[in-house]
Protein backbone atom coordinates (compact mmCIF):
# COMPACT_ATOMS: atom_id res chain seq x y z
CA UNK A 1 0.00 0.00 0.00
CA UNK A 2 1.22 3.41 -0.98
CA UNK A 3 1.79 6.04 2.00
CA UNK A 4 1.28 9.63 1.41
CA UNK A 5 2.63 12.03 3.96
CA UNK A 6 1.32 15.46 4.20
CA UNK A 7 3.49 18.65 4.96
CA UNK A 8 2.78 20.91 7.57
CA UNK A 9 -0.19 19.72 9.20
CA UNK A 10 -1.60 23.41 9.87
CA UNK A 11 -0.44 25.68 7.55
CA UNK A 12 -1.31 29.61 9.02
CA UNK A 13 -1.52 31.88 6.87
CA UNK A 14 -3.03 35.45 5.60
CA UNK A 15 -5.19 35.89 2.85
CA UNK A 16 -2.99 37.21 -0.19
CA UNK A 17 -0.71 35.13 1.40
CA UNK A 18 0.71 32.23 -1.19
CA UNK A 19 0.39 29.08 0.32
CA UNK A 20 2.83 25.70 -0.35
CA UNK A 21 1.37 22.48 0.72
CA UNK A 22 3.65 19.30 0.13
CA UNK A 23 2.87 15.50 -0.02
CA UNK A 24 5.22 12.63 -0.14
CA UNK A 25 4.44 8.84 -1.58
CA UNK A 26 6.04 6.10 0.15
CA UNK A 27 7.28 4.52 -3.53
CA UNK A 28 6.94 6.56 -7.18
CA UNK A 29 3.56 7.14 -8.31
CA UNK A 30 4.44 8.56 -11.51
CA UNK A 31 2.23 11.97 -12.11
CA UNK A 32 -1.14 9.92 -11.24
CA UNK A 33 -1.56 11.95 -8.60
CA UNK A 34 -4.51 14.03 -7.31
CA UNK A 35 -5.57 16.63 -5.04
CA UNK A 36 -8.68 17.53 -2.89
CA UNK A 37 -10.35 20.65 -0.68
CA UNK A 38 -12.35 20.06 2.11
CA UNK A 39 -14.44 22.35 4.32
CA UNK A 40 -15.92 21.93 7.17
CA UNK A 41 -19.13 19.77 6.75
CA UNK A 42 -18.84 19.31 3.17
CA UNK A 43 -17.23 16.62 1.29
CA UNK A 44 -14.37 16.98 -1.02
CA UNK A 45 -13.62 18.63 -4.16
CA UNK A 46 -10.97 17.47 -6.56
CA UNK A 47 -8.71 20.40 -7.12
CA UNK A 48 -5.86 18.82 -9.26
CA UNK A 49 -5.33 15.31 -11.01
CA UNK A 50 -2.34 14.04 -12.71
CA UNK A 51 -0.27 15.79 -10.40
CA UNK A 52 -1.06 19.31 -12.24
CA UNK A 53 -4.25 19.37 -13.81
CA UNK A 54 -6.96 21.62 -12.76
CA UNK A 55 -10.41 20.39 -12.50
CA UNK A 56 -13.11 21.86 -14.18
CA UNK A 57 -13.81 25.18 -12.33
CA UNK A 58 -11.16 25.59 -10.20
CA UNK A 59 -9.27 28.98 -10.17
CA UNK A 60 -6.12 29.35 -11.76
CA UNK A 61 -4.39 30.48 -8.28
CA UNK A 62 -4.34 26.37 -7.52
CA UNK A 63 -1.15 25.54 -9.07
CA UNK A 64 -0.07 20.99 -9.08
CA UNK A 65 3.36 20.42 -9.20
CA UNK A 66 6.05 17.03 -9.52
CA UNK A 67 6.40 13.73 -10.05
CA UNK A 68 7.99 10.46 -8.25
CA UNK A 69 7.37 10.88 -4.97
CA UNK A 70 7.50 14.31 -4.22
CA UNK A 71 4.23 16.98 -5.04
CA UNK A 72 3.35 20.43 -3.82
CA UNK A 73 0.21 22.03 -4.41
CA UNK A 74 0.65 26.40 -4.68
CA UNK A 75 -1.96 28.34 -3.92
CA UNK A 76 -0.66 31.43 -5.41
CA UNK A 77 -2.59 33.98 -3.39
CA UNK A 78 -5.32 33.33 -0.67
CA UNK A 79 -8.67 33.72 -1.24
CA UNK A 80 -11.31 33.62 1.89
CA UNK A 81 -12.97 30.81 0.58
CA UNK A 82 -9.47 28.65 0.37
CA UNK A 83 -9.08 28.15 3.98
CA UNK A 84 -9.52 24.29 4.50
CA UNK A 85 -8.56 21.20 4.72
CA UNK A 86 -6.20 19.54 1.45
CA UNK A 87 -5.87 16.09 0.59
CA UNK A 88 -3.38 14.25 -2.18
CA UNK A 89 -4.63 10.92 -3.18
CA UNK A 90 -2.50 8.73 -5.25
CA UNK A 91 -4.11 6.07 -8.12
CA UNK A 92 -0.74 4.72 -9.33
CA UNK A 93 -1.27 1.45 -7.44
CA UNK A 94 -4.48 0.11 -6.43
CA UNK A 95 -6.29 -0.96 -4.55
CA UNK A 96 -6.52 0.31 -2.54
CA UNK A 97 -6.16 4.09 -3.42
CA UNK A 98 -4.98 6.36 -0.63
CA UNK A 99 -5.19 9.49 0.78
CA UNK A 100 -2.48 11.82 2.49
CA UNK A 101 -3.31 12.78 6.35
CA UNK A 102 -4.30 16.30 5.06
CA UNK A 103 -2.91 19.88 5.95
CA UNK A 104 -5.21 22.34 7.16
CA UNK A 105 -5.04 25.56 6.03
CA UNK A 106 -5.88 28.53 8.76
CA UNK A 107 -6.22 32.23 9.06
CA UNK A 108 -3.15 33.38 11.08
CA UNK B 1 -26.76 18.61 -12.99
CA UNK B 2 -24.99 15.73 -11.99
CA UNK B 3 -25.78 14.69 -8.36
CA UNK B 4 -25.36 11.92 -6.26
CA UNK B 5 -27.89 11.68 -3.61
CA UNK B 6 -27.46 9.58 -0.23
CA UNK B 7 -29.59 7.78 2.28
CA UNK B 8 -30.07 9.69 5.65
CA UNK B 9 -28.03 8.81 9.12
CA UNK B 10 -27.82 5.67 10.60
CA UNK B 11 -27.50 4.63 14.18
CA UNK B 12 -26.46 0.73 14.48
CA UNK B 13 -25.27 -1.32 17.56
CA UNK B 14 -22.20 -2.97 17.37
CA UNK B 15 -22.27 -6.50 15.16
CA UNK B 16 -24.94 -5.29 13.38
CA UNK B 17 -24.94 -4.54 9.47
CA UNK B 18 -25.43 -1.19 7.39
CA UNK B 19 -26.60 -0.72 4.04
CA UNK B 20 -25.80 2.79 2.41
CA UNK B 21 -27.72 4.16 -0.83
CA UNK B 22 -26.55 6.59 -3.47
CA UNK B 23 -28.85 7.26 -6.22
CA UNK B 24 -26.93 8.89 -9.80
CA UNK B 25 -28.92 11.60 -11.16
CA UNK B 26 -27.89 13.91 -14.16
CA UNK B 27 -25.50 11.41 -16.21
CA UNK B 28 -25.52 8.08 -17.80
CA UNK B 29 -25.29 5.68 -14.78
CA UNK B 30 -23.91 2.60 -16.39
CA UNK B 31 -20.88 4.85 -17.82
CA UNK B 32 -18.83 5.93 -14.42
CA UNK B 33 -18.06 3.76 -11.54
CA UNK B 34 -18.58 4.83 -7.93
CA UNK B 35 -16.35 4.70 -5.27
CA UNK B 36 -16.69 4.49 -1.48
CA UNK B 37 -14.89 6.59 1.06
CA UNK B 38 -15.49 6.96 4.49
CA UNK B 39 -13.82 9.82 7.21
CA UNK B 40 -14.35 9.15 10.76
CA UNK B 41 -14.42 12.16 13.08
CA UNK B 42 -11.27 14.19 13.07
CA UNK B 43 -10.03 11.44 10.68
CA UNK B 44 -8.63 11.60 6.87
CA UNK B 45 -10.11 10.09 3.79
CA UNK B 46 -10.17 6.44 3.64
CA UNK B 47 -10.82 4.56 0.11
CA UNK B 48 -13.26 1.41 0.71
CA UNK B 49 -14.49 0.37 -2.36
CA UNK B 50 -15.31 0.76 -6.17
CA UNK B 51 -18.20 -0.64 -8.35
CA UNK B 52 -18.50 -0.55 -12.16
CA UNK B 53 -22.06 0.34 -12.62
CA UNK B 54 -21.81 -0.61 -16.37
CA UNK B 55 -20.54 -4.15 -15.86
CA UNK B 56 -21.02 -4.41 -11.80
CA UNK B 57 -17.13 -5.62 -11.23
CA UNK B 58 -16.01 -4.34 -7.80
CA UNK B 59 -12.74 -4.20 -6.06
CA UNK B 60 -12.16 -3.56 -2.45
CA UNK B 61 -9.39 -2.67 0.24
CA UNK B 62 -8.28 -5.30 2.34
CA UNK B 63 -8.39 -3.20 5.79
CA UNK B 64 -12.27 -3.99 5.71
CA UNK B 65 -11.49 -7.58 5.23
CA UNK B 66 -14.83 -9.20 3.45
CA UNK B 67 -16.90 -6.85 5.68
CA UNK B 68 -17.86 -4.30 3.21
CA UNK B 69 -20.29 -5.29 -0.29
CA UNK B 70 -21.37 -3.16 -2.77
CA UNK B 71 -24.03 -3.65 -5.10
CA UNK B 72 -25.52 -1.42 -7.98
CA UNK B 73 -29.77 -1.95 -9.34
CA UNK B 74 -29.30 -0.18 -13.14
CA UNK B 75 -33.09 0.49 -13.14
CA UNK B 76 -32.93 2.41 -10.22
CA UNK B 77 -29.57 4.44 -10.71
CA UNK B 78 -28.90 3.58 -7.31
CA UNK B 79 -25.17 1.99 -5.62
CA UNK B 80 -25.32 0.38 -2.25
CA UNK B 81 -22.73 -0.09 -0.12
CA UNK B 82 -23.11 -2.53 3.24
CA UNK B 83 -21.11 -3.14 5.84
CA UNK B 84 -21.32 -5.93 8.13
CA UNK B 85 -19.95 -6.96 11.70
CA UNK B 86 -19.80 -2.89 12.87
CA UNK B 87 -17.90 -1.86 15.47
CA UNK B 88 -17.33 1.50 17.02
CA UNK B 89 -14.19 2.18 14.77
CA UNK B 90 -16.51 2.53 12.01
CA UNK B 91 -18.45 5.66 12.89
CA UNK B 92 -18.16 7.94 10.18
CA UNK B 93 -19.41 9.99 7.58
CA UNK B 94 -19.55 7.63 4.59
CA UNK B 95 -19.60 9.18 1.24
CA UNK B 96 -19.99 8.01 -2.05
CA UNK B 97 -18.20 9.44 -5.29
CA UNK B 98 -17.90 9.44 -9.55
CA UNK B 99 -14.61 8.10 -10.53
CA UNK B 100 -13.87 10.67 -12.99
CA UNK B 101 -13.74 8.89 -16.29
CA UNK B 102 -16.78 7.16 -18.22
CA UNK B 103 -15.88 3.85 -19.42
CA UNK B 104 -12.61 2.97 -17.99
CA UNK B 105 -11.71 3.22 -14.03
CA UNK B 106 -9.97 6.67 -13.61
CA UNK B 107 -9.25 6.85 -9.88
CA UNK B 108 -10.05 10.35 -8.70
CA UNK B 109 -13.17 11.05 -8.21
CA UNK B 110 -14.81 14.38 -9.47
CA UNK B 111 -18.56 14.01 -7.97
CA UNK B 112 -19.17 13.43 -4.34
CA UNK B 113 -22.34 12.79 -2.55
CA UNK B 114 -23.12 14.69 0.78
CA UNK B 115 -22.19 12.06 2.77
CA UNK B 116 -23.89 9.55 5.16
CA UNK B 117 -23.38 9.19 8.94
CA UNK B 118 -23.09 6.31 10.39
CA UNK B 119 -23.10 5.72 14.09
CA UNK B 120 -21.99 2.61 15.66
CA UNK B 121 -23.04 2.70 19.79
CA UNK B 122 -24.77 -0.05 22.10
Known amino acids: EIVLTQSPGTLSLSPGERATLSCRAS??????LGWYQQKPGRAPRLLIY???TRATGVPARFSGSGSGTDFTLTISSLEPEDFAVYYCQQRSNWPPLTFGGGTKVEIK | QVQLLQSGAEVQKPGASVKVSCKASGYTFTSYAIHWVRQAPGQSLEWMAL????????KYSQSFQGRVTVTRDTSASTVYMELSSLRSEDTAVYYC???????????????WGKGTTVTVSS
Open chain 2, 51 to 58: INAGNGDT
Open chain 2, 97 to 111: ARDGAPTVVWGHMDV
Open chain 1, 27 to 32: QSVSRS
Open chain 1, 50 to 52: DAS
